[in-house]
């Protein structure tokens, strides 16, 4: 199972609709790491160099060039995709999760990771240069490599361009070690920037870009309140409401036994 900590607006919404929000990377708080990994992704792949004759020569030879291309006149060269992100964490019930994101916990199965448009990201939490430069070259065997010998064979040209998206796919693996215990998993999507799937909401002065991304009503299995104060009360309202909801899905999905449940966090409440 996986876990989304909220508030309570978007627990309803994302219950009631069905979809989860990725919201595009820029917006997000934790710029700095993506930059941070997106500079460790192009050290390791310079110093890469354990090909172990899978690759040809022409191709080892042009992703050198677009190494040197990309770190010498910068990602601004190219135009880029859209990379959209939604965060979850694997570990239920957590201070520090509700603390941070919100008092309500949504518990969703992992066959959500089935969607071929989706790139899952485990985030890795960094010790150190030298683990970081490891788990790089992981990311590199397993991922980047294949999916550049994919485009180059159909089409030398664009090897520049897709590499540039990996690396600003991938360099999302990254966090800092401090962020261990969120346990963080993270859906991405990359798209140009003018698909049509892209919709804006506000936070303060500003318009936030995201993509709604659907899932199987069934695929969500439980919503926890955090340690709130009349818990018991906000449990009330809410089971009522997941009652409704489950009502629906039985008879919309032709799923008898489906029933979303309501729970409390085990944590004690704390008045600040």
Not at 33 to 60: C, M, R, W
Not at 153 to 164: F, G, M
Not at 183 to 210: A, H, Q
């Given at each position: 199972?996986?876990?989304?900590?909220?508030?309570l607006?978007a627990?309803?919404?994302?219950?009631?609709?069905?979809?989860?929000?990725?919201?595009?990377?820029?917006?997000?708080?934790d710029?700095?790491?993506?930059?941070?990994?997106?500079?460790?992704?192009?050290?390791?792949?310079?110093?890469y160099?354990?090909?172990?004759?899978?690759?040809?020569q022409e191709?080892?030879d042009?992703?050198?060039k677009?190494?040197?291309?990309i770190?010498?006149?910068?990602?601004?060269?190219?135009?880029?995709?859209?990379?959209?992100?939604?965060?979850?964490?694997?570990?239920?019930?957590?201070?520090?999760?509700w603390?941070?994101?919100?008092?309500?916990c949504?518990?969703?199965?992992?066959?959500?990771f089935?969607?071929?448009?989706?790139?899952?990201?485990?985030?890795h939490?960094?010790?150190?240069?030298?683990d970081?430069?490891?788990?790089?070259?992981?990311?590199?065997?397993?991922?980047?490599?294949?999916?550049?010998?994919?485009?180059?064979?159909?089409?030398?040209?664009?090897?520049?361009?897709?590499?540039?998206?990996?690396?600003?796919?991938?360099?999302?693996?990254?966090?800092?070690?401090?962020?261990?215990?969120?346990?963080?998993?993270?859906?991405?999507i990359?798209?140009?920037?003018?698909?049509?799937?892209?919709?804006?909401r506000?936070?303060g002065?500003?318009l936030i870009?995201?993509?709604?991304l659907?899932?199987?009503?069934?695929?969500?299995?439980?919503?926890?309140?955090?340690?709130?104060?009349?818990?018991?009360?906000?449990?009330a309202?809410?089971?009522?409401?997941?009652?409704k909801?489950?009502?629906?899905?039985?008879?919309?999905?032709?799923?008898?036994?489906?029933?979303?449940?309501?729970?409390?966090?085990?944590?004690?409440?704390?008045?600040?």
């Amino acid at each position: 199972m996986i876990y989304h900590y909220t508030e309570l607006n978007a627990a309803k919404s994302i219950t009631e609709n069905a979809q989860i929000w990725l919201t595009d990377y820029r917006f997000l708080n934790d710029k700095e790491e993506f930059t941070n990994g997106h500079e460790v992704l192009l050290d390791a792949l310079n110093e890469y160099n354990d090909y172990s004759g899978k690759y040809p020569q022409e191709f080892i030879d042009d992703i050198g060039k677009a190494v040197e291309f990309i770190r010498d006149r910068g990602s601004n060269e190219f135009t880029h995709n859209n990379i959209f992100v939604s965060s979850f964490s694997r570990t239920p019930d957590l201070l520090n999760q509700w603390r941070s994101y919100g008092m309500y916990c949504i518990e969703l199965d992992e066959v959500f990771f089935r969607d071929d448009e989706v790139v899952v990201l485990d985030c890795h939490y960094l010790q150190d240069e030298g683990d970081a430069l490891d788990y790089a070259i992981l990311l590199i065997d397993d991922h980047i490599l294949p999916n550049l010998m994919n485009v180059w064979k159909k089409n030398k040209a664009l090897l520049s361009l897709e590499l540039s998206s990996l690396i600003d796919i991938y360099a999302l693996s990254f966090k800092h070690q401090a962020f261990f215990d969120e346990n963080e998993i993270r859906f991405v999507i990359s798209c140009s920037p003018d698909d049509d799937r892209i919709n804006f909401r506000t936070r303060g002065n500003l318009l936030i870009p995201y993509i709604p991304l659907a899932f199987e009503p069934q695929l969500l299995k439980s919503i926890t309140i955090g340690p709130i104060d009349n818990q018991e009360l906000a449990c009330a309202s809410l089971a009522m409401f997941l009652e409704k909801i489950s009502r629906k899905v039985r008879q919309e999905q032709d799923d008898i036994e489906y029933c979303l449940v309501v729970e409390n966090s085990e944590l004690p409440y704390r008045k600040i």
